[in-house]
């Protein structure tokens, strides 16, 4: 969930992008304190994947 969300704000351009984007479809707007809490458990997330995505990779090229 965290990942997702944090993904979304990369991709979009920021938090000022992602806020005007919900802004604009009725939805409430995320506080910048709101997404650097969740900074941390997207990041912890996302490590283990990369990690185990580059295990995988590695025993399949040798």
């Known amino acids: 969930m965290f990942g997702s969300a944090l993904a979304s704000v990369d991709s979009l351009g920021g938090p000022s ?15 910048n304190t709101n997404l650097k809490i969740m900074e941390q458990p997207a990041g912890e997330v996302i490590e283990q994947v990369t990690t185990e995505s580059a295990r995988i990779a590695a025993s399949d090229a040798f």
């Open 17 to 31: 992008r992602v806020n005007t984007m919900l802004s604009t479809i009725n939805l409430k707007i995320i506080s």
